[in-house]
């Protein structure tokens, strides 16, 4: 039971293995303070990041992890489980506390990481502004103008990236107005014409310029272009096209 309180917290129990958890839950004041415990380092560690939806595999995955290690108690504790018993807890509860944080951060680290197609702005950070001004300052980088696209002809900037070609940041002028439903998804094109997803934006009114982290993953010379397209809320429904007009366009090649 013990082991499972994790899994209580997470809602990872089905419906018998909960009435039974609840049921023991009720009879130990002791794992009740745990599962506080848990429960308030499981909120704190929920502030720092979106959570995404989990994959329909997780809460299996979970579940068959946490019958291994029941097997793994009953293996080198007989007699300790009893139907009924009392459990005693031979870790000090500050112990108890790291461990159950150790396993949420897993659990939502393991959410965030499957997303592929991410609809927050983490790139968009006041570091990309400094790598901006370092790039331009290396001898040898190279730099890219914006060519506006459909929405608004205003649009200008360019994109400067490393003499290495691993690392880009676009610098964006006169954005266009957009509605509150609506979002900027940019594009990385490749040799082959294939897209991908760059990543989805919202524009900072209150600065002059935007400057977003290119997340390119081969050298420039790998891709043709670079794009930013105008989507609903939560960027295009496919993970390889827009669906709105084009906002900007940076040639590579």
């Known amino acids: 039971m013990l082991n499972q309180i994790p899994a209580y917290a997470l809602g990872a129990l089905d419906e018998n293995e909960r009435a039974d958890f609840e049921a023991w839950l009720q009879l130990d004041p002791e794992a009740r303070a745990i599962l506080a415990d848990y429960r308030a380092v499981a909120n704190y560690l929920v502030a720092l990041a979106p959570l995404r939806t989990a994959p329909g595999h997780l809460q299996a995955d979970l579940r068959r992890r946490l019958a291994a290690s029941q097997s793994g108690d009953a293996a080198t504790k007989p007699g300790e489980s009893q139907p009924g018993a009392r459990w005693r807890f031979p870790v000090r509860r500050s112990a108890w506390i790291l461990a159950a944080a150790a396993l949420f951060a897993v659990v939502i680290l393991g959410v965030l990481l499957v997303q592929s197609n991410s609809n927050d702005d983490s790139h968009l950070t006041p570091d990309a502004a400094e790598l901006y001004a370092q790039l331009v300052a290396q001898s040898g980088s190279s730099q890219y103008t914006i060519v506006p696209g459909e929405v608004d002809d205003a649009v200008s900037g360019n994109l400067i990236v490393s003499p290495d070609g691993e690392l880009g940041v676009l610098r964006v002028s006169y954005l266009p107005q957009i509605a509150g439903d609506q979002t900027f998804q940019m594009w ?64 590579l090649s």
């Not at 900072?204 to 809320?233: C, H, K, M």
């Open 188 to 251: 990385l094109v490749d040799d082959s014409g294939a897209r991908t997803s760059g990543g989805l934006f919202q524009a900072n009114t209150s600065e002059d310029a935007l400057y977003i982290q290119v997340p390119f993953d081969r050298p420039v010379t790998a891709y043709r272009g670079v794009g930013v397209s105008l989507e609903p809320a939560g960027g295009s429904p496919y993970a390889d096209q827009p669906t709105g007009p084009r906002v900007l366009s940076v040639p």
